[in-house]
Structures are given as structure tokens and as C-alpha cells.
């Protein structure tokens, strides 16, 4: 009699944090980003390679590259790069200097009992409102 061999696959709890995999393991937009950071690293590294070494070429690559695939990697809260670099932009803009206004406690306290002043006057003075003795 052959055992049942029981498998289990681990689901996350979360599912929006599944992507589905384009190619070599990559996303869509993480290989569209490395495609990008292609087409600009080689043609520095070959331009610098040639002109100034194997080391400057490395360094092009690196420079020009990196950033491109950076933006294809970083997630942070849910935001991929450019949304946080505009949130960024657009905190950076705002005003610097905050006010801090308060109100005055005895300010409140002395209209309310002028509102209740005024209040009893015009009931009083009414005189289908007032109270018959």
C-alpha cells in the first residue's frame, strides 16, 4: 500500500503582494527597467572603456545604469520610486513656516455668556414667551 505524500504550497496572507512573474523572474516592469538601464550603461560603457579604461568604463555602466534598475526595484509603502519622489517634490513645495494659532478660552467663555445675556433679554422681552407670575 503506497503513502499519500501530502504537499503544501505557503499562500501569503496578503494576495495583493503577489506579482506575476514575465520573465527570468522578473516583472514587467522591473525588465522594462532593466532594459532601459541597458540601452543606457553599455553604450557608456563601451564610449569610456575605449577612451578611458576598463575601470571608467565599469564606473559609466554603474552611473548610468543604476538608476534606471533602482527605479525598477524599490517599492516602499506600496509606492514604486516616482510616485514617492513626486510626493517628495510636492511636500518640498508646500510652505515652511506654520502658524500655531490658538483660541482664547476666556474669549469663548465671555461670548457664550454674552449669547445667554442676550438670549434671556429677548425671551423677556417677548411676551408670548414669558413665564406668567
Known sequence: MAKHEQHFVKIPKDLSLIRQKFFLGLTK??????????????PAFY???SMLGLQ??????GIGAGPAIFCGFFKKNG?????AVKLMIAFLRKPKERTYQS???FEIISRQL?????K??????????????
Not at 454674552?114 to 442676550?118: C, G, H, K, V
Open 56 to 61: 571608467a568604463g565599469c564606473f559609466a555602466l
Open 79 to 83: 509606492m514604486h520610486l516616482e510616485q
Open 29 to 42: 516592469r522591473q525588465l522594462i527597467c532593466f532594459g532601459i538601464g541597458a540601452a543606457i550603461g553599455f
Open 114 to 118: 454674552e449669547y445667554n445675556r442676550l
Open 103 to 105: 483660541e482664547n478660552s
Open 47 to 49: 564610449i569610456f572603456n
Open 120 to 133: 434671556r433679554m429677548l425671551r423677556d422681552a417677548n411676551p408670548d414667551t414669558r413665564k406668567r407670575r
